[in-house]
């Protein structure tokens, strides 16, 4: 079965600390990977994807993901956290060649002062 | 560019009453476009998919005489939420494929900003 498994509901960094956000997919295709960050009330913004080639992908904000085929993963991380990167983060599979979007359950990130 | 949008953003209606929410496509013609449905606090459910002048293709599970969507232009989809009950408040969101060619070619979705409805 093809699924996205984010660990971790929420999760809780103070401001300017390292962001990690985890994602793992199970496919029996080559995927495509997408984080994409909601605003509550909002839609979804695009953060970043990963199609084929360069592993490192960057995006928006700051964030990029590593693309890891043995460890079936693409983890989201910031270097240093911003107020205003607290949001709900969902990471998102495609199986190569379709066209739907499978969501995983989404991890809310709380950033302190 | 590619910003979709919804209308209305906020919506409540009465028990037994229908519920017309608009998506489009301002700047870019899109040939299908996704209607997802998110509960508080869960991920994103697709409900169907929706193809400009053919049938919608609806996941397993929704009911297609309850959610009816029409695809009527490349820039324009509705979802009519017929004879609408509590059970049906939720939070709507629509997204139009792109195709992109950076960095490498591939579809791409862009999200509208939501409708939350409220059936009382």
């Known amino acids: 079965a093809q699924s996205v498994t984010q660990l971790g509901s929420h999760v809780s960094v103070s401001e300017g600390a390292l962001v990690l956000l985890r994602c793992n997919y199970s496919?029996?295709?080559?995927?495509?990977l997408f984080w994409y960050v909601q605003y509550p009330n909002q839609g979804l913004q695009l953060l970043l994807k990963y199609t084929t080639g360069a592993t490192l992908v960057k995006g928006i904000n700051g964030f990029e993901a590593e693309f890891k085929k043995s460890e079936t993963s693409f983890h989201l991380t910031k270097p240093s956290a911003h107020m205003s990167d607290a949001a709900e983060y969902f990471c998102a599979f495609s199986p190569r060649g379709f066209q739907k979007l499978v969501f995983g359950t989404g991890t809310r990130l709380l950033v302190s002062p | 560019g590619a910003v979709v949008s919804q209308h209305p953003s906020r919506v409540i209606c009465k028990s037994g009453t229908s519920v017309k929410i608009e998506c489009r496509s301002l700047d870019f013609q899109a040939t299908t476009m996704f209607w997802y449905r998110q509960f508080p606090k869960q991920s994103l459910m697709l409900m169907a998919t929706?193809?400009?002048?053919?049938?919608?293709?609806?996941e397993q599970g929704v009911e297609k005489d309850k959610f009816l969507i029409n695809h009527a232009s490349l820039t324009l989809s509705t979802l009519t939420v017929t004879s609408a009950h509590p059970e049906d408040s939720s939070f709507y969101i629509c997204s139009a494929r792109v195709y992109s060619s950076r960095p490498t070619a591939s579809y791409e979705q862009y999200f509208g900003p939501g409708t939350r409805l409220t059936v009382t």
């Open positions: 929706s193809n400009e002048g053919s049938k919608a293709t609806y």
């Open positions: 496919s029996s295709v080559p995927p495509y």
